[in-house]
């Protein structure tokens, strides 16, 4: 399999962190967003969106962080995703709540207006509007994560081991280092991602990230929780 990412990329890390903690046998190509390698045509041929990461098996090439994630985890056979029924909807259902209003409102609505240029907007009412907009609605989004689905006992999402879900979702929650999130509000969360950044691979998936993003923008004056 052939995996063509970026480590900084938010949707990347979770996959590369897969692969890491299970030596899934993946091929990675690396498309070097910080120089448009993802605009280029011979990537556009490979995904059309221009977005990473994209995974390549044989003939059969697949798009998207959480389809791409249950893939590879179904075709290594890995405890990281279940085969029980049940369990595995509890998986997809928690990755689904990541994918959308979580990352909608964490992700797009506060943290990308702050540090790319082109999700800012121009208009400084409108763009404190959008983040103060952002920024109450991840609050209430870390609340139900802290309370209703991590919770006192669980070690992971689901219990004490991680899965595909913890990959995915601690991949969207990393972005609060780069503008420096005080995350103690959520104390669950807080314990949760101390977990996930105690696994054996955690550091190295995510070196080029720290080094290429966070290190570099610890002066600038994000708005934070």
């Not at 697949?62 to 994630?69: M, V, Y």
């Not at 070690?155 to 990959?167: C, M």
Request: neutral net charge.
């Amino acid at each position: 399999m052939k995996l063509f990412a970026d480590p900084i990329s938010t949707t990347c890390r979770p996959v590369l962190l897969l692969a890491a903690e299970t030596d899934a046998d993946l091929d990675v190509v690396f498309i070097d967003l910080s120089k448009g390698a993802h605009l280029q045509p011979e990537y556009a041929a490979v995904n059309p969106n221009r977005a990473v990461p994209a995974l390549q098996d044989g003939d059969f090439l697949l798009t998207e962080s959480s389809a791409i994630l249950k893939y590879v985890a179904e075709k290594i056979g890995s405890p990281a995703y279940p085969a029980d029924l049940k369990k595995r909807a509890k998986i997809n259902s928690l990755m689904d709540w990541f994918n959308t209003g979580f990352y909608r409102d964490f992700g797009y609505g506060f943290v990308y207006p702050q540090l790319f240029p082109h999700y800012k907007n121009a208009d400084e009412k409108v763009q404190k509007a959008v983040l103060d907009a952002g920024r109450e609605r991840t609050k209430k989004w870390l609340g139900v994560l802290d309370r209703e689905i991590i919770g006192p006992k669980n070690k992971f999402l689901t219990g004490d081991q991680p899965t595909i879900a913890d990959y995915f979702g601690a991949g969207i929650l990393s972005l609060a280092d780069v503008i420096r999130c005080d995350l103690s509000p959520w104390p669950n969360v807080q314990r949760w991602l101390k977990n996930m950044r105690a696994l054996p691979s955690w550091e190295k998936v995510h070196k080029d990230y720290n080094e290429k993003l966070v290190e570099p923008t610890k002066a600038a004056p994000f708005v934070m929780f």
